[in-house]
């Protein structure tokens, strides 16, 4: 049996390595993939990205199932490509996608069906904008409306930096059509975390919990990333927080998509803001899993998770549970100089152990990495490893992890020393 994952950063490794634990299946290709995926022995590199080849690709070969990584592929519609050619494939159609690709569609919704979120206006207009700014004051949140890479959302301390935001994208449009429509919204105050389930139209399958870092230095300290290291499971998410998200937010998610005839199928990832009182809003939905997130979380699957996938696809996940290793999982984002900025790139890296694994409870997934002329493993982007351990507690994982970070290295590695702080002072 061959399978295919669709993309090249870090929650793709992850999801090839996890699905190369299942018994019996003969490849994984990944297209593109990287340097890392390369080196691990049941992968295959594809070097395909259009997605009618692709499909292609998939007939000619008999690829039993399809997974997407990343959401640009999803927000072009590669799902619907793919089931038009009766192909199977994990992940929301185009349509449904819009709750990522498109920041005022997603709003919209929550609204729609009660789904608690910031308060928020949208604009097209930068008078009005900046008068809107002026009237609600710091520190406030401005977001581009379309996909931006990480780049579509500043969380404005002064009204000065807020109203430089809304020139940058409504009156210079730096971030081109992304950012000619944008939604200003309420800053929040409190923990955030990521809350991952499976969808498969109507029921949904909820993953481990997890938190992410998204801010580039320690203390939570500077510009927004895509994420600097991330850990599973979240304290934060205690029962009852869980359950309130599940009744809150998810299950009026997949019921609201199905009224509104975008069945939601997927991944489906809610950006969530725990506040001092307990409640909780929305800040953010991805239509995928979260990338450093799928690194720890997919560490601690011990279900098969082919069998998960598949239950997603024929629409039977309410006829399976998954099972997770009790440890804690933590994964820390090696960075590239000047990353989140315009990352160096080339630079070789030393260390790497051979297939990427530091034994049964520890790997290193790529990110941004390359093969140069002379076939040394290059950095190729901003986020380059995500280093990921198990332990027996946050401060074990954390451990181990800081120790084996310590044997590589690369011309201008950057990376935060703090991740999984929060746990661990909730802890003391
Ligand atoms: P988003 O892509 O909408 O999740 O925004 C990226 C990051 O900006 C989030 O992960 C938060 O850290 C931060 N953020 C977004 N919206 C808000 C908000 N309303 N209040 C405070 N921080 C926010
Ligand atoms: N780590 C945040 C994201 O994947 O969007």
């Not at 295919?4 to 390595?17: K, N, T």
């Not at 930068?126 to 520190?139: D, F, I, L, T, W």
């Not at 199905?258 to 997927?266: H, I, L, R, S, V």
């Not at 699957?301 to 309410?318: M, R, V, Y």
Request: contains cysteine.
């Amino acid at each position: 049996m061959k399978l295919l994952v669709i993309g090249s950063g870090g929650r793709e490794h992850a999801i090839a390595w996890c699905l190369a634990r299942t018994r019996g299946l003969q490849k994984i290709y990944v297209a593109p993939g990287n340097a890392g995926t390369a080196a691990e022995r049941e992968l295959e590199n594809l070097s395909i990205s259009d997605p009618q080849e692709l499909a292609k690709f998939a007939t000619d070969n008999k690829v039993f199932l399809t997974i997407v990584g990343p959401e640009a592929p999803l927000a072009d519609g590669i799902v619907d490509i793919f089931r038009a050619r009766g192909l199977r494939i994990f992940g929301p159609t185009k349509a449904a996608a819009q709750l990522e690709s498109s920041k005022d569609f997603a709003k919209r919704f929550m609204v729609r069906h009660r789904i608690p979120t910031a308060t928020f206006e949208t604009f097209t207009n930068a008078e009005s904008a900046h008068a809107y700014v002026e009237k609600q004051g710091a520190p406030i949140v401005i977001k581009a409306d379309g996909l931006a890479a990480g780049k579509g959302v500043v969380v404005a301390e002064t009204l000065k930096e807020a109203h430089i935001t809304i020139d940058d994208m409504l009156a210079s449009n730096k971030l081109g059509e992304a950012g000619a429509r944008i939604v200003i919204e309420e800053f929040l105050n409190g923990e955030e975390v990521s809350f991952i389930v499976m969808a498969d139209g109507k029921n949904v399958l909820p993953l481990a919990s997890s938190q992410d870092h998204k801010r580039i230095g320690d203390g939570d300290i500077g510009p927004n990333t895509g994420g600097m290291g991330a850990y599973s499971p979240a304290p934060a998410v205690t029962p009852s927080i869980h359950a309130k998200i599940m009744r809150e937010v998810i299950n009026p998610v997949i019921k609201g998509m199905a009224q509104e005839g975008m069945p939601y199928t997927g991944f489906l990832y809610a950006g969530l803001m725990i506040l001092k009182d307990g409640s909780i809003k929305v800040l953010e939905f991805n239509c995928r899993m979260g990338d450093p997130e799928a690194q720890p979380i997919l560490m601690r699957l011990k279900s098969d998770f082919l069998k998960l996938l598949e239950h997603a696809i024929d629409g039977k996940l309410d006829k399976i549970e998954a099972e997770w290793d009790l440890k804690v999982a933590l994964g820390v984002v090696l960075a590239s100089a000047k990353y989140p900025g315009t990352p160096r790139t080339g630079n070789i890296i030393k260390g790497l152990p051979p297939d990427n694994s530091f034994g049964e409870d520890a790997h290193v997934f790529h990110a941004g990495t390359a093969f140069n002329k002379t076939e040394k493993i290059v950095t190729s982007g901003g986020r380059v490893l995500c280093v990921t351990a198990l332990g027996v507690n946050v401060r074990a994982a954390q451990k181990r992890v800081y120790e084996l970070i310590e044997t590589i290295s690369f011309t201008g590695m950057q990376y935060r020393r703090d991740i999984g702080y929060r746990a661990i002072n909730r802890k003391a």
